[in-house]
C-alpha cells in the first residue's frame, strides 16, 4: 500500500479538491493519512463525512498547532504504507498517479525513493524541461537540474529513521533538508517526463511567505542552509549560502530580542 501523507491547517475551502483527485484514481491501493495542526474551520467535519464513504481507508488526527513538519512526522508514524508520498492540501493527483507508482515500484523492488514532475492545474510542468526517460539522483542535484517543486516518493522506513527535527519556538523546517539525508543513504530514480502532481501556490502558502517563514523560523534555516553549504561545490553556489547563513543569524538575533523584550513588558 502506498500512503498518502497530508498535513493541513484551516483548508476546508480547498481540501476537497484533494479528495476528488484521489476517488479518480484508477487504483485504490493506497490510504489518506491526514494530520489536522489545529484548524478552526469544518475539516474535521468534513474528513469524517468522507471517511463513511470513501472507498479507500482514510485516518484522521487531529493536534494542536505545532507547525507542518511535526504533522509530517505523526502522520509517518500513523501510516501503513510501506512508501510514503506527500500531498499537500490545496494541490492534488492525476488520475493515473498512483498507478503510476505502484508500476515503478514493482519495476526494481529495491529499496529506493521516487522523483516526479509537479504540474500547474493547466497541466503545465514546473520547471525545466529535460531529456531522458529516468534519471538517478540525490534531491539536491534533482532541485538543481530540474529547478521547481518535485513530487517525492519515499520509503516509509526512512522517514521513519530521519524525522524533522522539533526546534522551540519554530515550526517549519526546509523540507530539502530531510530529503537530502534520505537521499545520501537510498537511490532516487527521477522521471523527468512524468507530472503526476497538480499543484497551485495559494496567498496563505510557504512558497509565496518565504521571507516570512525565514524570519518565524530562523534556527530551522540555519540547520538547512549549514548543511547545504557543504553540498554545494559551486563558489558562486557557496557564496549565495553563506548569505542566508548570514542572514539566518541576524533573524535569529532580532527574533530573541523581540521575544525578551515581550517578556520584560508582560512581567512589567
Same mark, same amino acid.
Given at each position: 500500500?502506498?500512503?498518502?501523507?497530508?498535513?493541513?491547517?484551516?483548508?476546508?475551502?480547498?481540501?476537497?479538491?484533494?479528495?476528488?483527485?484521489?476517488?479518480?484514481?484508477?487504483?485504490?491501493?493506497?490510504?489518506?493519512?491526514?494530520?489536522?495542526?489545529?484548524?478552526?474551520?469544518?475539516?474535521?467535519?468534513?474528513?469524517?463525512?468522507?471517511?463513511?464513504?470513501? /472507498?479507500?481507508?482514510?485516518?484522521?488526527?487531529?493536534?494542536?498547532?505545532?507547525?507542518?513538519?511535526?504533522?509530517?512526522?505523526?502522520?509517518?508514524?500513523?501510516?501503513?504504507?510501506?512508501?510514503?508520498?506527500?500531498?499537500?492540501?490545496?494541490?492534488?493527483?492525476?488520475?493515473?498517479?498512483?498507478?503510476?507508482?505502484?508500476?515503478?515500484?514493482?519495476?526494481? /523492488?529495491?529499496?529506493?525513493?521516487?522523483?516526479?514532475?509537479?504540474?500547474?492545474?493547466?497541466?503545465?510542468?514546473? $520547471?525545466?524541461?529535460?531529456? $531522458?526517460?529516468?534519471?538517478?539522483?540525490? =534531491?539536491?542535484?534533482?532541485?538543481?537540474?530540474?529547478?521547481?517543486?518535485?513530487?517525492?516518493?519515499?520509503?516509509?522506513?526512512?522517514?521513519?529513521?530521519?524525522?524533522?527535527?522539533?526546534?522551540?519556538?519554530?515550526?517549519?523546517? =526546509?523540507?530539502?533538508?530531510?530529503?537530502?539525508?534520505?537521499?545520501?543513504?537510498?537511490?532516487?530514480?527521477?522521471?523527468?517526463?512524468?507530472?503526476?502532481?497538480?499543484?497551485?501556490?495559494?496567498?496563505?502558502?510557504?512558497?509565496?511567505?518565504?521571507?516570512?517563514?525565514?524570519?518565524?523560523? /530562523?534556527?530551522?534555516?540555519?540547520?538547512?542552509?549549514?548543511?547545504?553549504?557543504?553540498?554545494?561545490?559551486?563558489?558562486?553556489?557557496?557564496?549565495?549560502?553563506?548569505?542566508?547563513?548570514?542572514?539566518?543569524?541576524?533573524?535569529?538575533?532580532?527574533?530573541?530580542?523581540?521575544?525578551?523584550?515581550?517578556?520584560?513588558?508582560?512581567?512589567?
Amino acid at each position: 500500500m502506498i500512503t498518502i501523507l497530508t498535513p493541513t491547517y484551516n483548508r476546508a475551502y480547498v481540501l476537497s479538491r484533494l479528495y476528488h483527485s484521489l476517488l479518480s484514481q484508477t487504483t485504490m491501493g493506497f490510504e489518506w493519512v491526514v494530520i489536522d495542526d489545529g484548524s478552526s474551520d469544518e475539516t474535521q467535519e468534513m474528513i469524517e463525512k468522507w471517511r463513511g464513504e470513501s /472507498p479507500f481507508p482514510i485516518t484522521y488526527q487531529y493536534q494542536k498547532n505545532r507547525g507542518k513538519m511535526l504533522a509530517l512526522n505523526e502522520g509517518v508514524k500513523l501510516s501503513v504504507g510501506q512508501h510514503i508520498l506527500i500531498v499537500d492540501s490545496d494541490d492534488a493527483l492525476i488520475k493515473d498517479a498512483i498507478k503510476r507508482i505502484e508500476l515503478n515500484i514493482r519495476e526494481d /523492488p529495491v529499496d529506493k525513493g521516487y522523483i516526479y514532475r509537479k504540474a500547474d492545474f493547466s497541466g503545465r510542468i514546473i $520547471g525545466e524541461e529535460v531529456q $531522458g526517460n529516468t534519471l538517478i539522483m540525490h =534531491p539536491t542535484e534533482a532541485g538543481k537540474l530540474l529547478k521547481g517543486d518535485l513530487a517525492y516518493v519515499f520509503p516509509k522506513h526512512m522517514m521513519e529513521k530521519y524525522p524533522f527535527p522539533e526546534i522551540k519556538g519554530e515550526k517549519f523546517v =526546509p523540507e530539502l533538508y530531510i530529503w537530502n539525508k534520505i537521499g545520501d543513504e537510498v537511490a532516487f530514480v527521477c522521471y523527468p517526463q512524468k507530472a503526476i502532481y497538480l499543484c497551485e501556490y495559494l496567498e496563505d502558502g510557504y512558497s509565496k511567505n518565504f521571507d516570512k517563514t525565514f524570519r518565524e523560523n /530562523p534556527k530551522s534555516f540555519l540547520l538547512f542552509y549549514k548543511d547545504q553549504f557543504f553540498r554545494e561545490t559551486s563558489l558562486f553556489g557557496r557564496a549565495k549560502i553563506l548569505i542566508r547563513i548570514i542572514q539566518g543569524y541576524f533573524y535569529a538575533v532580532l527574533k530573541y530580542l523581540w521575544r525578551r523584550d515581550g517578556n520584560k513588558q508582560d512581567s512589567a
